[in-house]
């Protein structure tokens, strides 16, 4: 506000349930920052979508089911914007899926910002894991596609390793962040993991579901990244064979422990690393979707595509794919065989969406 005397509200994202109060409140002349952690959930007070809103959204839908993160990456500033890790009741997610899959919703995405520390209050008393929580939402009618994002490796346990063997409605693609392929460089950045844990969590959910395919973020630059360092991480990106992935040259959140940590990294040397990582990246996607040629796959059709008499959907693994069917059929999965692989880079599409995620 000192900064841009223009401002009349500043209102952060636990609050935006207030805003109604906090404009009138402005519209009597007063200045109002309300950023506090409020301790009523937003949730109960924001008015559920109308089935018309919800139809026009389309047949795939994001429930937020965990907010906030307790792990203190060095780099991220979620942790002082989101606040503590909170968790919503199980009962009031499965009415709102309930209540998308009766308006025509037939995949759900659970997201929160770290949403596999999700420990949400039960129907019957206790709390439920992610895992658990997964299985109940595919139980719901009409919902065919279930997905999650944004994990941490580190809450990855039994309960969502078997969620992935044992609801088939779970979808065979995980984004699961790594960062850095250096253990240097996952300690400097407090991931509280080493590659070998994380590679060890990719075998295990690679066993329980055994067609499953990663997604990824990676941060190069970060400081102290040495030539090393890097190449670990090159390595990484060919270990776990990734069907997609984001990459970022790392930039300093003002007030995160990385911001003013020695050894920056010089910006051509950044540039020079992002450009090698997103070719192995590239390379190995391409790869990933040249195996579809010649197979069939099944294809949630979610909108019209560009050409007359076009559908586009979305296979399991988020790639769109173009098919010539009326649009009476948007809504329907249709088995596709796969005449024609295009560049399209599936992660690129589920950025696209701007769903709210752990930078990490
Ligand atoms: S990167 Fe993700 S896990 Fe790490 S602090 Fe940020 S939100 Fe939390």
């Known amino acids: 506000m000192r900064r841009a005397p223009l401002v009349d509200v500043v209102v952060g994202p636990q609050n935006y349930h207030r805003l109604p109060a906090l404009l009138d409140e402005a519209g009597r002349g007063a200045r109002v920052v309300d950023t506090e ?11 559920a979508a109308e089935r018309e809103t919800i139809r026009r959204r389309g047949v795939s839908a994001f429930v937020t089911v965990q907010e906030g993160c307790d792990k203190f990456c060095t780099f991220c500033v979620v942790p002082y914007t989101r606040g503590a890790e909170m968790s919503r009741p199980v009962e009031a997610i499965v009415a709102e899926v309930a209540r998308l899959a009766r308006a025509g919703v037939c995949e759900i995405t659970l997201i929160g910002q770290n949403v596999n520390a999700y420990h ?31 994990s941490h490796p580190r809450d990855v346990d039994e309960d969502l390793i078997a969620a992935h063997r044992d609801v088939p409605q779970l979808m065979p693609y995980l984004h699961l962040p790594v960062q850095s392929g250096s253990d240097r460089v996952l300690a400097a950045m407090n991931r509280r993991h080493t590659r070998r844990e994380y590679v060890r969590i990719i075998e295990r959910i690679h066993r329980a579901r055994p067609d499953i395919a990663f ?15 890097f190449r670990q991480t090159l390595s990484l990106v060919d270990e776990v064979d990734y069907a997609g992935a984001f990459s970022f040259k790392y930039s300093a959140r003002p007030g995160t422990p990385a911001a003013t940590m020695a050894d920056q990294v010089p910006e051509p040397m950044k540039n020079e690393r992002l450009a090698r990582l997103q070719a192995a990246i590239h390379r190995n996607q391409t790869a990933f979707n040249a195996r579809f040629l010649g197979t069939e796959i099944d294809v949630l ?60």
Do not use: N
């Open 120 to 150: 949400g209050e039960a129907p019957e008393g206790g709390i439920w894991s992610l895992g658990r929580l997964l299985a109940r939402v595919a139980q719901v009618d009409g919902i065919e596609r279930v997905r999650y994002t944004t």
């Open 215 to 229: 997604s990824s973020d990676f941060i190069v630059g970060f400081p102290g990244e040495t030539e090393a360092d």
């Open 301 to 360: 059709l979610d909108k019209p595509g560009r050409r007359a008499g076009q559908l586009v959907g979305r296979s399991p693994y988020l790639q769109p794919v173009h098919v010539m069917l009326p649009e009476s059929r948007i809504g329907d999965i249709v088995r596709v065989s796969v005449t024609e692989i295009g560049r399209r880079i599936p992660s690129q599409d589920l950025r696209r969406q701007e769903i709210e995620h752990c930078p990490g």
């Open 37 to 47: 952690f409020a301790p009523d959930s937003k949730f109960d007070a924001i008015p």
